[in-house]
């Protein structure tokens, strides 16, 4: 399967949802106590937030930075997102993550359950955008699903790049990219890259917390195999 057909598969699964998007906050107790974490993580200054939705995490960020920076690619959740979030340090920016390019550097970069939606074969390039957002003694903070949460998806087999089927209200079914990353391979991986990382379990889930290269915008290693 071709990762720009995914990709867009992915990106309609999330504009047509945009109303399903916060039911798992409001259904599930992990999600809440992830939320509340945010005050414990080192976010600071400028921030710049990848995939955004329907800013959930935006308003605890700004709660905590300078400003932010809240980026995301489907018309529908930034509506949402705008409409939830009223702080006048926010600006939020419709843009393809793949395509975008960070105009300034930022403090903190963080993003929620969006590394899981990048392909493995995008994920040096990925990286490297972070890198290049960051201003010296910046940190990238991200949160996402473990392999333990694959038991709750309907996971699609012999695949050449991973992905799950999701299905909403409507009957409709959209397969996207889904990536359950362990966190000593996800670890090994970015330190490949030249990051310092420290990835901690919460529940099914994962934070992590990590530091460019020195010299961000130098091409990325190649990572390893997985």
Same mark, same amino acid.
């Given at each position: 399967?071709?990762? $720009? =057909?995914?990709l ?8 047509? +949802? ?5 039911? *798992?906050? &409001? ?14 993580? !080192?976010?600071? +200054? ?10 959930q ?21 930034l ?12 600006? @939020?920016?419709? &843009?393809?993550?793949? %395509?975008?390019? *960070? !105009? ?5 970069? @963080? ?12 994920? *040096?390039?990925?990286? $490297? ?12 903070? @991200? ?9 709750? %998806?309907? =996971?699609?087999?012999n695949?050449?790049?991973?992905? =799950? ?14 990536v359950?990353?362990? &966190? ?14 420290g990835?901690? !379990?919460?529940?099914? $889930? ?6 460019? *290269?020195?010299?961000?915008?130098? %091409? !990325?290693?190649? &990572?390893?195999?997985?």
């Amino acid at each position: 399967m071709d990762d $720009n =057909v995914l990709l867009a598969e992915q990106m309609a699964y999330y504009r047509a +949802g945009a109303a399903e998007y916060d039911r *798992p906050y &409001a259904e599930h107790e992990d999600l809440q106590r992830l939320l509340a974490v945010v005050d414990d993580l !080192p976010i600071a +200054g400028d921030v710049l937030e990848l995939a955004c939705g329907t800013g959930q995490w935006t308003s605890l960020l700004a709660a905590r930075a300078h400003s932010v920076t809240a980026v995301d690619a489907a018309t529908e959740v930034l509506a949402l997102a705008r409409a939830r979030t009223a702080s006048p340090t926010v600006q @939020f920016i419709e &843009a393809d993550l793949f %395509e975008w390019q *960070p !105009p300034r550097r930022y403090d903190t970069v @963080f993003f929620a359950f969006w590394l899981s939606h990048v392909p493995p074969t995008r994920l *040096p390039d990925f990286w $490297n955008t972070v890198a290049t957002a960051l201003a010296p003694g910046g940190k990238a903070v @991200f949160i996402d699903d473990g392999p333990a949460v694959a038991a709750s %998806e309907e =996971v699609l087999a012999n695949q050449p790049t991973p992905a =799950v089927l999701r299905r909403l209200d409507d009957g409709s079914q959209y397969r996207i990219v889904k990536v359950f990353h362990d &966190a000593q391979t996800l670890t090994d991986v970015l330190t490949a890259l030249g990051w310092s990382v420290g990835i901690r !379990p919460m529940g099914g $889930n994962f934070i992590g917390i990590a530091e460019p *290269p020195t010299t961000p915008g130098e %091409e !990325p290693a190649t &990572a390893p195999a997985s």
